[in-house]
């Protein structure tokens, strides 16, 4: 049923498309979603998830996990990062990954919906950590449409995997272009 919902909303009303999916046999990756540039991206997340039909996850600080929120964040697959005993977000994170049988963590590189001149890391070590690819996917303003990349796996040289990941979002535009990472 909610399916069918999103899919009315998303393709009839709002006349967005998705272009690709993730394959339900890979269990864990790192959704790399951008450009990130407005509040209602999540949003286009949600429909997305919901019409692809897989569990898609995303994680916060533990405290948006509790009331009187959290029970929503947990029915929408969030999971509370636990950064006890000096952890940083990578590591707390791979720690979610190998506590899960299902991860597919959704994450936005650039940060933030500010203006954003180079990408945050984590979402690469989080993957490199916890050995799993990264899709690319990316949010497409301008011709209404999400696209999702190939699987791609990890070498650990930085530089070389953002050759392969970055051509996916070649002329994507945000939904304020002016604010997102610019892909040459």
């Known amino acids: 049923m909610r399916k069918q919902l999103y899919t009315f909303i998303f393709f009839r009303l709002m006349q967005w498309k998705v272009i690709g999916t ?54 929408i697959d969030g999971a509370a990062l636990d950064r006890s005993g000096g952890k940083n977000n990578v590591d707390a994170t791979v720690d979610v990954f190998n506590s899960r049988a299902v991860f597919r963590l959704a994450i936005a590189p650039e940060g933030t919906r500010k203006k954003v001149i180079e990408l945050r890391t984590g979402f690469y070590y989080i993957a490199l950590k916890a050995n799993v690819p990264i899709i690319p996917v990316a949010f497409d303003y301008e011709k209404k449409e999400v696209r999702f990349g190939n699987p791609i796996t990890l070498t650990g040289n930085y530089e070389d995997d953002m050759k392969l990941i970055l051509p996916h979002f070649k002329d994507v535009k945000g939904k304020y272009p002016e604010r997102q990472f610019q892909v040459h």
């Open 22 to 75: 993730v394959d339900a046999n890979v269990k864990k990756c790192v959704l790399m979603v951008m450009p990130h540039t407005c509040n209602f991206d999540f949003f286009i997340g949600l429909f997305t998830r919901g019409i692809v039909n897989l569990e898609m996850n995303f994680v916060g600080k533990k405290e948006l996990f509790q009331f009187p929120f959290g029970w929503y964040f947990r029915s």
